[in-house]
């Protein structure tokens, strides 16, 4: 993704960016922070093996991705299967790059 992102010539990005919001501690997967945007991979082990903590586990992304949305980011979810669409993440990104720099 970040390889991508890179050949696309976005500049400004960081990894695991640090993100202190509502009390809580947030590490952006790849960020632009600058212009607040957030890109987030959602793997396929990270929610846990059991029913209870798949569900904890959404409920945490979800007040997550809140948090970072009233704070003024724009959040980007890249799932697993959206690499085999890597143009129209690296799309998404450029959109939510210009909308924030207001062209």
């Known amino acids: 993704m970040l390889l991508a992102l890179l050949r696309a010539g976005i500049e400004g990005m960081t990894t695991q960016e640090e993100v202190h919001l509502a009390g809580h501690t947030y590490f952006v997967d790849i960020a632009l922070p600058d212009l607040k945007i957030a890109i ?55 959109v939510a790059i210009h909308v924030k720099k207001g062209h």
């Open 40 to 94: 987030e991979f959602d793997g396929r082990i990270k929610y846990g093996d059991t029913v209870d903590e798949v569900h904890d586990s959404i409920e945490a992304e979800q007040r997550r991705q809140r948090d970072l949305e009233r704070a003024g980011w724009k959040v980007i979810r890249v799932r697993w299967s959206d690499l085999t669409l890597i143009d129209e993440v690296v799309a998404q990104v450029l």
